[in-house]
T-cell receptor
Framework: NAGVTQTPKFQVLKTGQSMTLQCAQD?????MYWYRQDPGMGLRLIYYSASEGTTDKGEVPNGYNVSRLNKREFSLRLESAAPSQTSVYFC????????????FGDGTRLSIL | SQQGEEDPQALSIQEGENATMNCSYKTSINNLQWYRQNSGRGLVHLILIRSNEREKHSGRLRVTLDTSKKSSSLLITASRAADTASYFCATERNFGNEKLTFGTGTRLTIIP
């Protein structure tokens, strides 16, 4: 049981380049999330998807787009990367019911030069 | 903005001692959750406490919740080297809104 799988694990980009971070879960979860983690800031929600076909902005959505491709997959796209987007990105998922914990992937470490 | 703040930011104790971490939050909540993060890994869920619960246990973990003070504590008893990690509290505000707001974390180091 793989849980939540994120690819790639590491990536270095130049300012202005674009890329897509991939996330897939095999737990039949309804809801999926993208967070970024910066030193001393904890995790901040970028976008989430409560169910297949829906997406909503979180706390820090600027500079990002998302696609809920199907129930399993939720991708995060940086259209024009900026140094301020250097961070560790985590994907998470859970069942859309009350009091359900989130399950996290191991993250993508992204550096923008 | 961060909903929760953990205290202390860092804690070092000897193996076998108990570790206590605190979390404060700002708004009413549906539940509060604690997560652990080992270096270079994702977060792992430890325990969830509902707003109508005051204390919960899971193995060596004990969590308390005081909604009147908007605070929670996580106690790890008989600490082990493997407990070395960062610990985060997270709050879910409303039933049916599963978004979590995370605190800034406590870095726990267990000295063998």
């Amino acid at each position: 049981n793989a849980g939540v799988t994120q690819t790639p694990k590491f990536q270095v980009l130049k300012t202005g380049q674009s890329m897509t971070l991939q996330c897939a879960q095999d737990m039949n979860h309804n809801s999926m999330y993208w967070y970024r983690q910066d030193p001393g800031m904890g995790l901040r929600l970028i976008y989430y998807s409560a169910s297949e076909g829906t997406t909503d902005k979180g706390e820090v959505p600027n500079g990002y787009n998302v696609s809920r491709l199907n129930k399993r997959e939720f991708s995060l796209r940086l259209e024009s990367a900026a140094p301020s987007q250097t961070s560790v990105y985590f994907c998470a998922s859970n069942l859309r019911r009350d009091n359900q914990p989130q399950h996290f992937g191991d993250g993508t470490r992204l550096s923008i030069l | 903005s961060q909903q929760g703040e953990e205290d202390p930011q860092a804690l070092s104790i000897q193996e076998g001692e108990n570790a206590t971490m605190n979390c404060s939050y700002k708004t009413s909540i549906n539940n509060l959750q604690w997560y652990r993060q080992n270096s270079g890994r994702g977060l792992v869920h430890l325990i969830l406490i509902r707003s109508n619960e005051r204390e919960k246990h899971s193995g060596r973990l004990r969590v308390t919740l005081d909604t009147s003070k908007k605070s929670s504590s996580l106690l790890i008893t008989a600490s082990r080297a493997a407990d070395t990690a960062s610990y985060f509290c997270a709050t879910e505000r409303n039933f049916g809104n599963e978004k979590l707001t995370f605190g800034t974390g406590t870095r726990l180091t267990i000295i063998p």
